[in-house]
């Protein structure tokens, strides 16, 4: 129903910056917010940054501060700004859609993700 496209990933030193897109088709009406995931060498995927469509924002402690995420009106489009990289922020990232309810939860449609590298 949903298919979730992201871009913009890269390798960067530690104190770049990247944006990431993500670009989502087909039934654009059928969830209430979208997020960010990672997930790093032998770690379990995390929620990274979440936005609603009631401009309500939630983020990790690892990234506040850090990353801004924000959407289109028509939550089409996602985009994590990411400053002052860190190494530990090596991950793929990926993006997702979900319904209404606690963060990170009710995550109904995932992209394939983009690689994210940063280097010290």
């Known amino acids: 129903q949903v298919q979730l496209v992201e871009s913009g990933g890269g390798s960067v030193q530690a104190g770049g910056s990247l944006r990431l897109s993500c670009a989502a088709s087909g039934d654009t009406s059928s969830y209430y917010y979208m997020a960010w995931f990672r997930q790093a060498p032998g770690k379990e995927r995390e929620g990274v940054a979440a936005?609603?469509?009631?401009?309500?924002?939630k983020y990790s402690d690892h990234v506040k501060d850090r990353f801004t995420i924000s959407t289109d009106n028509a939550m089409n489009t996602l985009y994590l700004q990411m400053n002052s990289l860190k190494p530990e922020d090596t991950a793929i990232y990926y993006c997702?859609?979900?319904?209404?309810?606690?963060?990170?939860?009710?995550?109904?449609?995932w992209g394939q993700g983009t690689q994210v590298t940063v280097s010290s």
């Open positions: 997702a859609a979900g319904d209404p309810g606690a963060w990170w939860a009710g995550i109904k449609y």
């Open positions: 936005a609603n469509r009631r401009n309500g924002r």
